[in-house]
């Protein structure tokens, strides 16, 4: 049973529109991550917070941006998605430094 | 910096043969070793971890050990089933530097 949750599962999307990811732990974890994933399987870390209103860029540049405003929920938020953008995104969380990450089911996004 | 190799796959195996998923790591410091899983369609879980060098971690009949002279954290399972079928993720985590993965392997098991 997940404790991570990420809504949509699906989202398909016209070029332009804005859209937002949503990701929600109840675990009560302070460390949060952004990973995209592309068709070769290799994942990518575009964002992390390690706390309420904490929020850095992670090793990929990505266009997007997030927030952390409550400990649980970790959105994240495309202004003006292009075709570039399509790809699934994966949200994370995890206790400390050596504890193992806990993974959403991802969102897979498509952008016509 | 921190860094994960493994094995390229894809891998493909016939039932109950024996697999190897090999991965190497370069870290500053005394990192935790990880493997994850990915089935089709979901999020990534844990199959694994090791904290410490020669610690073994063991689940569901995988197991990897913590070599910290080869800078190694091999996968192995002496049975494989098609159930097994899926991405494997070989990970670190340390200090002051977060969780690195691996580019996965695909593992495709026949009947």
């Known amino acids: 049973e997940a404790d991570i949750y990420q809504t949509p599962r699906y989202l398909v999307i016209g070029t332009g529109k804005k859209i937002t990811l949503e990701c929600s732990q109840t675990m009560g974890h302070d460390k949060m991550y952004w990973y995209q994933q592309d068709p070769g399987m290799e994942l990518h870390l575009i964002h992390y917070?390690?706390?309420?209103?904490?929020?850095e860029k992670g090793d990929l540049s990505s266009e997007s941006t997030v927030s952390r405003i409550r400990t649980e929920h970790f959105p994240l938020t495309l202004e003006s998605a292009r075709p570039s953008h399509t790809s699934q995104y994966l949200c994370?969380?995890?206790?400390?430094?050596?504890?193992?990450?806990?993974f959403g089911n991802g969102t897979r996004l498509t952008v016509t | 910096g921190n860094s994960v190799t493994q094995m390229e796959g894809p891998v493909t195996l016939s039932e109950e043969a024996f697999l190897t998923i090999n991965c190497t790591y370069t870290a500053t410091g005394y990192p935790s070793l990880f493997w994850y899983v990915q089935y089709p369609g979901e999020g990534l879980q844990l199959l694994l971890k090791a904290t410490k060098a020669d610690d073994k971690g063991s689940n569901k009949g995988f197991e990897a050990t913590y070599r910290k002279e080869t800078t190694s954290f091999h996968l192995e399972k002496g049975s494989v089933q098609v159930s097994d079928s899926a991405v494997y993720f070989c990970a670190l985590s340390e200090r002051n530097n977060d969780m690195r993965f691996g580019a996965g392997t695909r593992l495709t098991v026949k009947p």
């Open positions: 917070s390690y706390g309420v209103n904490s929020t």
């Open positions: 994370a969380s995890k206790l400390g430094w050596n504890s193992p990450l806990h």
